[in-house]
């Protein structure tokens, strides 16, 4: 079954650079989650999108914006990388349309980022 | 606010012996609670869902979680752990209506030989 896809898997940046973190949902699924996992951390809620419409922003800095496009895949936009951006970002998906409520993320394998 | 708090950062068990992981949430409205596991270097993978259906869940690999209104809570269990069973768990939480996960802070899990 295919499953949500990102890339790059691996990012190696310097500090004041950017990064652009892209996401494939699962065909079908029409919402996108970012999650952000520091070292050691739990992963932590950054922002979502149903339907190419921004849903939810969780701590999302202001140097962080993203987008769903029209093959809602999504891309999360870094600018002025600070050294505490490394760190490990997930992407999740589901199929919102209809449900109740309950709706089950499928998360990616991530792209781990590291801020020189 | 809503949280999730996992007791214990680390547990270790023994092979074969029970596994105990605990979650609590902290909200009047029950949420829709979920059990996910990490390996090193790798995503999330789901072990088991409630979604206000039974109260004891079966998820992977032999875990399973019984969901407990009055105690507000959603512990995972398995009766004889495997070495391949070392791992991270995080329990999350989930709202109708808000869709986002909030996650516990994680337990890592030990087995020992």
């Known amino acids: 079954a295919a499953g949500v896809i990102q890339s790059p898997r691996h990012l190696i940046k310097e500090k004041r650079e950017t990064a ?5 949902p699962i065909p079908r699924h029409d919402t996108v989650y970012w999650y952000q996992q520091g070292p050691g951390q739990d992963p932590q809620f950054l922002i979502s999108f149903y339907e190419k419409m921004q849903s939810d922003k969780g701590s999302i800095p202001d140097r962080f914006s993203a987008q769903q496009f029209s093959d809602y895949h999504s891309e999360l936009n870094m600018s002025s990388l600070e050294l505490g951006d490394s760190a490990l970002y997930f992407c999740a998906s589901s199929f919102r ?3 109740s409520g309950y709706n089950e993320q499928f998360f990616g394998p991530g792209t781990r980022l590291t801020v020189l | 606010a809503q949280s999730v708090t996992q007791l214990g950062s680390h547990v270790s068990v023994s092979e074969g012996a029970l596994v105990l992981l605990r979650c609590n949430y902290s909200s009047s409205v029950p949420p829709y609670l ?4 990490q390996y090193p270097n790798q ?4 072990l088991l869902k409630y979604t206000s259906a039974a109260t004891l869940v079966k998820g992977i690999n032999g875990f399973e979680a019984e969901f407990k209104k009055s105690e507000t809570s959603f512990h995972l269990t398995k009766p004889s752990a495997h070495m391949s069973d070392a791992a991270e768990y995080f329990c999350a939480v989930s709202y109708s209506g808000t869709y986002k996960y909030i996650f516990g802070t994680g337990t890592r899990l030990k ?3």
Do not use: D, N
């Not at chain 2, 979920?34 to 596991?37: A, G, L, M």
């Not at chain 2, 995503?43 to 789901?46: A, F, H, M, N, T």
């Open chain 1, 20 to 24: 652009t973190l892209k996401c494939y």
């Open chain 2, 111 to 113: 087995v020992l030989a």
């Open chain 2, 43 to 46: 995503g999330l993978q789901l």
């Open chain 1, 97 to 99: 349309s209809g449900t």
């Open chain 2, 34 to 37: 979920f059990w996910y596991v």
